[in-house]
C-alpha cells in the first residue's frame, strides 16, 4: 500500500530529446506527488510537484502528466540537456500520525548524450 | 538562506557500535525529517521532529533515534550498528510539511 513504482531503471536520451520517467501508486490516501532530482554526492532536490485534482503541471521544460483513475503519474523533460544527466525520484506524500512522510520510487539514472 | 547542512560527511564505524549524526535545519524550518538511502534505492522515511517531539516514524527499530533542539537542529543516533545500516542518511527541513522538503547533502555511514 505504501509502494511507489518507478521506470525505468535507467533511461539514455540524445540531447534535445523527450525523457519520460513514469510511476505507479497504489495508496489513494497519498495527496501530494512531487519529484526529485539527485545528483551524485548531494542530497535530492525538489524540482516539480503536482496536486491530485490537477492532471498536469508545467515548469519550464518539466511537465508532471497526473492519471488519478489509474494511479500513474509521470515527469517528462523536454528538450533534455547534457546537464540534466541525474537520478530522478518520483515519490509520494502522504500524512502518517502528525507526521508528512514522503514515500519515494526507487529512482532513475538518466544520461543525456551531448 | 544557508540550506541543511549534515555532518559529519562521511564516517566509518564498527558492527555494534553507536552513531551520532547531525543536522542544521534551514533558517526558518521547523520540522525536520531523517531519511535512509541505501545505494541504489530511494530514501525511506525514519522518523520527523516538529518542536522537538518525534511526531512520525517509518519502519525503523527503537535503536534509531533522535533529538531536535530549540534552534531545530536535530540528531540521529543509532545504536548497536548492523552492516545493513551502510547507507547515505539524509536530513530534511521543511516550514511547511506539506509541500516538502529541502535535503542536505547526506552522511555516508559505513558499517564494517
Known amino acids: 500500500q505504501q509502494q511507489v513504482k518507478q521506470s525505468p531503471q535507467s533511461l539514455i536520451v540524445q ?71 541525474a537520478t530522478y525520484f518520483c515519490a509520494a506524500s502522504i500524512t502518517s500520525g502528525s507526521a508528512r512522510q514522503l514515500t519515494f520510487g526507487s529512482g532513475t539514472q538518466l544520461t543525456v548524450l551531448p | 538562506e544557508t540550506g541543511v547542512t549534515q555532518s559529519p560527511t ?20 521547523n520540522t525536520v525529517s531523517w531519511y535512509q538511502q541505501a545505494l541504489g534505492q530511494g530514501p525511506q522515511f525514519i522518523f520527523q521532529y516538529y ?9 525503523f527499530p527503537p535503536r534509531f533515534s ?29 516550514k511547511d510539511a506539506f509541500y516538502g522538503y529541502t535535503f542536505g547533502s547526506g552522511t555516508r555511514l559505513t558499517v564494517v
Not at chain 1, 490537477?54 to 533534455?80: C, P, W, Y
Not at chain 2, 533522535?66 to 547515505?88: C, H, I, K, R, T
Request: aromatic letters at 10%; one cysteine or more.
Open chain 1, 15 to 85: 540531447k534535445g530529446g523527450i525523457s519520460i520517467i513514469n510511476c505507479a501508486y497504489e495508496n489513494t490516501a497519498f495527496d501530494y506527488f512531487p519529484w526529485y532530482q539527485q545528483f551524485p554526492g548531494k542530497g535530492p532536490a525538489l524540482l516539480i510537484a503536482i496536486r491530485p485534482d490537477v492532471s498536469e503541471k508545467k515548469e519550464g521544460r518539466f511537465t508532471i502528466s497526473f492519471n488519478k483513475s489509474a494511479k500513474q503519474f509521470s515527469l517528462h523533460i523536454m528538450d533534455s540537456q547534457p546537464g540534466d544527466s
Open chain 2, 51 to 59: 518542536r522537538e517531539e518525534e511526531n512520525g516514524r517509518g519502519n
Open chain 2, 10 to 29: 562521511h564516517l566509518i564505524k564498527t558492527r555494534g557500535q553507536q552513531v551520532t549524526l547531525r543536522c542544521s535545519s534551514q533558517s526558518g524550518h
Open chain 2, 66 to 94: 533522535g533529538l531536535q533542539f530549540p534552534n531545530y537542529s536535530s540528531e540521529l543516533n543509532v545504536n548497536a550498528l548492523e552492516l545493513d545500516d551502510s547507507a547515505l542518511y539524509l536530513c530534511a527541513s521543511t
